[in-house]
C-alpha cells in the first residue's frame, strides 16, 4: 500500500499531536492525516500559560503551534472540541464526537497528554478554586489575578511546583498576596534537592511570597459559593479570595487502557513524572510516552523572576 491510500489518525491535539501531524508532512506522507482533539482551540503551547500569557507580556495568538490556516493548507483534517472515545484495534477504528464518528486508521497515535491532579478536600467545587492545564484556564486566571492585585486580594497556591512557584510570580506582579502551601521541605523538592529548593524559596520570598512548607490543605472554606480561605493540617486558616491547585498533572492513559493497551508504570522503566514537576511522583502513576525529565540545565524553569531563559 501506498502513503497516498493510507490514514493517520492522532487523538490530542496538544504539541506533540500538532508536531506530530507537522513532521507526517514535512517527511513526505501523502496519505490522511486526521488530528482530533476535545480542546476546542487550535493546538497550542502551554508554558507560555503560567509565563508570558499569564504575565500580559505575550499575546494569545503567539501561543499555538500553527496559524489556524496551516492545517487546510497541509491538508490536515482537524476536528476541534471532540472526544475520542473508544479504539477498536481489530477493526482499525476510532469513535468521536457526539455523533459517534466511526473513522479508519492504519495508523495510530494517541497524543493524549496529561490532566492536572485535583484537590481531594472540602471546598474544590467552590467559584474561586482554579487549575491551570487550559488556554482557557490561563484566561480565566490571568482576570482572577488582575482583580486579585486591584483589590489588594489573597491567592492561595497548593503546591510548590514549577506551575506554582510561576503563578506565585505572576501574582505577585499583579499586586496579589500570595500564600503557598507544599508538603515538602522546600519548593521542587523532588526535582531539584534541598538546596536548589532552598534557594528557589529565598527567591520567592524576596518577591513577598509566603511559604508554608511541611503542610497540606485540608479544607478550603466558603460562604455562598465563595472562597474565604484556605486551611491546612495545623489548624492554621489563610485567607483567601481564590485558591489553585497546583499539585502535578497524571497521565490521560484511559482510552489505551480502554483499549486494551499495556501502560507501562515507573517500576517497569516507564517515564511517569508530574508534567509540571509540582507532586512527587507516585509509584502507581502512569505515562504511555518517554521522555526525559526535565532538569537538565537546557530546561530548567526559572519560575517567572526573569534571570533567563524559561524553555
Ligand atoms: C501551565 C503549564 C506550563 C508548562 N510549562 C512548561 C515548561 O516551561 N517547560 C516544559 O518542558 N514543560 C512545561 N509544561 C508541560 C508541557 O506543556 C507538557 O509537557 C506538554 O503540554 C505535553 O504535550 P502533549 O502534546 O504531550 O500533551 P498535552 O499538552 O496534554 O495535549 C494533549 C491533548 O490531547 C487532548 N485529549 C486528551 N484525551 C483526548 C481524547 N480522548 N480525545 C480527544 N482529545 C484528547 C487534551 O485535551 C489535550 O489537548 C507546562 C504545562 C503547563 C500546564
Known sequence: MVDADQTFVIVGGGLAGAKAAETLRAEGFTGRVILICDERDHPYERPPLSKGYLLGKEERDSVFVHEPAWYAANDIELHLGQTVDAIDRTAKTVRFGEDGTVVRYDKLLLATGAEPRRLDIPGTDLAGVHHLRRLAHAERLKHVLTNLGRDNGHLVIAGAGWIGLEVAAAARSYGAEVTVVEHGPTPLHGALGPELGGLFAELHREHGVRFHFGRRLTEIVGQDGMVLAARTDDGEEHPAHDVLAAIGAAPRTALAEAAGLEIADRAQGGASWSTSGCAPP??????????????????????????????
Do not use: E, F, M
Not at 282 to 303: G, L, Q, V, W, Y
Open 282 to 311: 507516585t509509584p502507581t502513576s502512569t505515562r504511555p510516552a518517554t521522555r526525559p525529565p526535565s532538569t537538565t540545565p537546557s530546561s530548567i524553569r526559572t519560575c517567572g523572576w526573569s534571570t533567563g531563559p524559561t524553555r
